[in-house]
């Protein structure tokens, strides 16, 4: 069993997010940010959300401040900006820090996983994206500047795949 499903990073309202419910599906995770010029990112984020929407696919924003103080809100405002000005549906998980002594378990499983352009582990900005498959597999890694329409096709290979 893969130990993807042994993470239970915490939601936005500071409650256990277990990974063990996300078995049997794939799942993109993007760390987020409200104030980056990858921001928009999440109208496609949501239109992919929208796209596999009734099949076994996940989406999942973690917001980090790591980078240029692009995300300096409460996990509340993050939540409120991302439904007012996307029309965001799937969850935006607790922020984090994704490198550094205290990064989060989740991110330290994902770096652990796959590393970046040169074999370089720390996620260089925001609005990096990891797919994982149905069995918790770290399957691939994009850069900020991958956009979520590009992923689609990733997304529906590994649905196929299971059939």
């Known amino acids: 069993m893969s130990k993807f499903y042994d993470l239970t990073p915490l939601d936005s309202k500071g409650n256990p997010y277990p990974f063990s419910e996300?078995?049997?599906?794939?799942?993109?995770?993007?760390?987020?940010?409200?104030?980056?010029?990858?921001?928009?990112?999440?109208e496609g984020l949501e239109k992919l959300n929208k796209q596999f929407?009734?099949?076994?696919?996940?989406?999942?924003?973690?917001?980090?401040?790591?980078?240029?103080?692009?995300?300096?809100?409460?996990?509340?405002?993050?939540?409120?900006?991302?439904k007012?000005?996307?029309g965001v549906t799937f969850p935006v998980l607790a922020k984090i820090d994704v490198n550094g002594n205290n990064a989060s378990p989740v991110y330290q499983y994902l770096k652990s996983q796959k590393s970046g352009?040169?074999?370089?582990?720390r996620i260089k900005w925001?609005?990096?994206?990891?797919?994982?498959?149905?069995?918790?597999?770290?399957?691939?890694?994009?850069?900020?500047?991958?956009?979520p329409a590009d992923i689609a096709p990733k997304i529906e290979n590994l649905l196929k795949s299971t059939k």
């Open 22 to 42: 996300l078995k049997g599906k794939v799942v993109l995770i993007v760390n987020v940010a409200s104030k980056c010029g990858f921001t928009p990112q999440y």
């Open 53 to 82: 929407e009734g099949k076994p696919v996940q989406i999942l924003g973690f917001p980090c401040n790591q980078f240029g103080n692009q995300e300096p809100g409460s996990n509340e405002e993050i939540g409120s900006f991302c």
């Open 84 to 86: 007012v000005n996307y």
């Open 117 to 121: 352009l040169l074999g370089l582990t």
């Open 126 to 147: 925001n609005f990096e994206k990891f797919l994982v498959d149905q069995n918790g597999n770290v399957v691939e890694r994009f850069s900020s500047l991958a956009k």
